[in-house]
C-alpha cells in the first residue's frame, strides 16, 4: 500500500525523533561509562596493573571518540564503534587477569543492556556472540592448563571495580526504566487522544458539519426508538419536513459565509422549540427534518408547525441586513401514512412540495392524492420520452379573425395537442410545463415550429388565402434552445416568408435576461418574422420593453375579455391596454371571445383582431382549411 505524502513527511518525522531520542540516551550512557572507567582505571593505575589501565585507557579513548560522532548526530557508526571495542577490551582483561573470576564479568551485562536499548539486534547478537565465545575459550584454556586461573583476594581495588560496574548496571537499567515510564506516559496519552478523535469521528459521522445536529443516519435510530415508544404507549410519530423559502436568493446575495450562517441561526431557533424527547435534523442544504413523538391529532401538528412558521420568520440580522425568511412544512404520520422511516420522509417531501407549491410559507400533512399526483407525473414523464419517436403530438389550428372587417380569417394559431394511446387527447396544460422541466420543450418546439411551417405552405399550395401562422414559444426555449437557428431552418425547409410567421412570448419571458433575449429577438426580428406578446395584462406590463423587443402585436388576456360586458374595471384595461397599443403601432389580439356582444364591444373599443370558441375551436389542418376557404 503506497503512502500519501503527508503520510511520508508523517512517517519522516517520526524516524528523525526516534533516531534523536537514541541519540540523546546513548550520550547519557557514553557519559555514565566514562566515569565508571576513569573510576576503573584509576584503581589499576594505583594496584600498578597497568595492562588494565591500558586496556581501560583505549576504551576511555573510544568512548570519547564516540561522544564525539554522538554530538554530530553520527550514532549509526558510534554506538556499534564503542561497544565492540569494549566487549574486546572485556574480553582481553578476561584473558589476560582472572578469567571468570573478574569482576570485569559484571561489564557484559551492562554492554548487552546498553546494545538492547540503543542498537540494532544484529549487533545485539554480534556482541552475545562474542561474550559467549570469550567465556568459551576462557574455560577451555582453565581446563586445558594452558591458563591458570586464580580469584584474587577481596579487597578495595575489588570492591571499586565491582561497585563502579554495579553502579553502571544499575545507571542503565534505571535510563531504561525511565525511558519506559516516559514511553508509557506517551502511550497512555496517544490512546486518550485515540479515543477522543474516534468519539470526535463518531459524532462527526453522526452529526451534520456545519449546525451540529444530527443527520440522517442518527435521525434514522432516533425514528426507530420513537417506533418502538410508540407501539409500546399506542401513540403516533409525526415527521415534519422543512425548507426554507427563498434561501437560494439570500445565500448567492449575501454570499455563502452569509447562508451558512443563517443555516446555524434557524438551526438553533429549531432546538430551541422542540421537546428534549423530539429530535432535529438537517438533511442538507436547506431541509431540516423534525421528529416528533407522542402526537395525538392532527390540530396539534398544525399548531406545531404554525408555532415553528412563527419562530423563523422572526427577522434576524445578518452582515447589517434585517432578513425576514419562512417555512414550506410537509407532514407525514406514522402508522397512518406509513410504517418506515424512508416512506414517511418521502410522503413528507411530497407534502412539503405541495406547500411550496401553494405559495411557500405554508404546512401540508400529506394525502394520498399526492401519491396519485406524484405517480401521475411519473408516468407522464416515462410517455413525454417516446411521444415524438412516436408521432403522437398534433397541431390543432385555431382561426384569428378581423373584428375591423367582417370576421375574415386573416390568421391563426398552432396549438399542440398529445394524442397518448393510453390517456387518449392530453391537453398542453397537463403536459407543457412537465416538458419544461425535463427539457424536452426544446425538442418538441422544434417540432412545432417545423410542421406549423410545412402546414402553413401546404394550404398556400392548396389556394387558401396567405395566413399569418402564430405559434408560442417556452421560456425554456428562449434560455437553452438554438432559437435562431430552429427558426432559420423551419423557414428554410418550409419555404414560407418569414412574415407569415409570429412568434409568441410572454411578458416574463421577455423580463428574464432581458440583454440576451434582447439580442436574440433583434436578430429573429432581422430574419423577418413577427413577435407578439401573449396573456397581456396579467404580468408586469412593462411599457418600455414594447419598444425594446419590437413586438408587433399585443395579445389581450381572455380574462379580461370574457367578463368585460359586467366588469367595468376589465372594460377599463381593455380599452387601455388598445388605445395604448395603437399609439404604439401594434395590433392588438383579444382572445377568448364567446359571443357576439362580447365580440361587438371590443370592436367598438377599436380591437384589431380576435380569437375565441365563438368564431371556432381549435381544430384539425382539414376541417380548418375548409372553414377559412368558407
Request: aromatic share 6%; with cysteine; charged share 20%.
Amino acid at each position: 500500500m503506497s503512502l500519501t505524502p503527508n503520510q511520508n513527511d508523517e512517517v519522516n518525522t517520526s524516524r528523525a525523533s526516534v533516531k534523536l531520542a537514541a541519540g540523546k540516551q546513548a550520550r547519557v550512557l557514553v557519559n555514565i561509562l566514562c566515569v565508571v572507567m576513569t573510576l576503573v582505571g584509576a584503581r589499576a593505575i594505583a594496584m600498578g596493573g597497568w595492562l588494565d589501565a591500558s586496556l581501560i585507557g583505549v576504551g576511555l579513548g573510544s568512548a570519547l571518540v564516540c561522544r564525539f560522532l554522538l554530538c554530530r548526530r553520527e550514532s549509526e557508526i558510534a554506538v556499534p564503534l564503542l561497544l565492540v571495542i569494549l566487549a574486546v577490551i572485556v574480553s582481553m582483561s578476561l584473558w589476560f587477569n582472572q578469567g571468570l573470576y573478574s569482576g570485569g564479568l559484571l561489564a557484559y551485562p551492562a554492554l548487552l543492556v546498553v546494545a538492547g536499548i540503543i542498537a540494532s539486534a544484529r549487533l545485539f547478537i554480534s556482541l552475545l556472540v562474542i561474550m559467549l565465545s570469550t567465556v568459551a575459550v576462557v574455560t577451555w584454556s582453565s581446563m586445558s592448563g594452558l591458563q591458570d586461573y586464580q580469584a584474587a583476594p577481596h579487597g578495595l581495588g575489588r570492591f571499586v571495580v565491582v561497585s563502579s560496574l554495579l553502579l553502571m548496571c544499575a545507571s542503565v537499567v534505571w535510563v531504561l526504566i525511565r525511558d519506559l515510564q516516559v514511553t508509557r506516559v506517551h502511550l497512555d496519552d496517544e490512546m486518550l487522544r485515540v479515543k477522543d478523535s474516534q468519539a470526535n469521528l463518531t459524532h462527526l459521522s453522526r452529526h451534520d458539519a456545519l449546525t451540529d445536529l444530527p443527520n440522517r443516519l442518527l435521525m434514522q435510530e432516533r425514528f426507530a426508538e420513537a417506533i418502538m415508544l410508540a407501539e409500546e404507549e399506542g401513540t403516533r410519530v409525526a415527521l415534519m419536513s422543512f425548507d426554507l423559502d427563498n434561501f437560494k436568493i439570500i445565500n448567492d446575495s449575501l454570499g455563502h459565509a452569509a447562508g451558512d450562517e443563517l443555516l446555524r441561526r434557524i438551526a438553533e431557533r429549531l432546538k430551541g422549540l422542540i421537546r428534549g424527547s423530539d429530535t432535529v435534523s438537517r438533511q442538507g442544504g436547506d431541509e431540516f427534518l423534525v421528529l416528533l413523538g407522542d402526537v395525538d391529532t392532527r390540530e396539534t401538528l398544525e399548531l406545531v408547525a404554525r408555532r415553528f412558521q412563527e419562530l423563523v420568520a422572526r427577522p434576524l440580522v445578518l452582515d447589517d441586513i434585517e432578513l425576514v425568511t419562512s417555512l414550506s412544512i410537509g407532514i407525514s404520520v406514522y402508522p397512518d401514512d406509513g410504517e418506515d422511516f424512508g416512506t414517511l420522509l418521502k410522503k413528507a417531501e411530497l407534502a412539503m412540495y405541495q406547500a411550496k407549491a401553494a405559495g411557500r410559507n405554508a404546512y401540508c400533512l400529506f394525502s394520498e392524492e399526492m401519491s396519485t399526483n406524484t405517480y401521475e407525473r411519473l408516468g407522464i414523464e416515462q410517455d413525454l420520452r417516446q411521444a415524438l419517436g412516436r408521432e403522437e403530438f398534433k397541431l390543432q389550428y385555431q382561426p384569428i379573425v378581423d373584428l375591423q372587417s367582417g370576421d375574415r380569417v386573416i390568421a391563426v394559431e398552432a396549438l399542440i395537442r398529445w394524442h397518448q394511446p393510453e390517456r387518449g387527447l392530453v391537453g398542453p396544460t397537463l403536459f407543457v410545463g412537465v416538458a419544461e422541466q425535463m427539457g424536452l420543450i426544446v425538442e418538441i418546439g422544434e417540432w412545432v415550429l417545423h410542421e406549423a411551417c410545412r402546414q402553413a405552405m401546404a394550404w398556400r399550395a392548396a389556394g387558401l388565402p396567405d395566413l399569418v401562422m402564430s405559434v408560442n414559444l417556452s421560456a425554456v426555449q428562449l434560455r437553452r434552445g438554438n432559437l435562431e437557428a430552429v427558426v432559420r431552418a423551419a423557414l428554410t425547409s418550409s419555404g414560407l416568408p418569414p412574415q407569415y410567421l409570429e412568434l409568441e412570448l410572454t411578458e416574463s419571458m421577455l423580463l428574464q435576461d432581458s440583454d440576451a433575449s434582447l439580442v436574440l429577438l433583434q436578430n429573429l426580428k432581422g430574419l423577418g418574422v413577427k413577435l407578439s406578446i401573449d396573456d397581456f395584462g396579467t404580468g408586469y406590463s412593462n411599457l418600455s420593453y414594447l419598444q425594446r423587443f419590437q413586438v408587433d402585436t399585443l395579445k389581450i388576456d381572455k380574462s379580461f375579455v370574457q367578463n368585460i360586458g359586467e366588469n367595468e374595471q376589465h372594460r377599463a384595461i381593455v380599452n387601455a391596454i388598445i388605445q395604448m397599443a395603437h399609439s404604439l403601432n401594434l395590433r392588438t389580439i383579444a382572445e377568448g371571445i364567446e359571443d357576439l356582444p362580447t365580440r361587438q364591444l371590443l370592436a367598438d373599443l377599436g380591437c384589431d383582431r380576435g380569437q375565441g370558441y365563438l368564431f371556432a375551436k381549435p381544430l384539425v389542418a382539414e376541417d380548418f382549411a375548409e372553414l377559412a376557404v368558407g
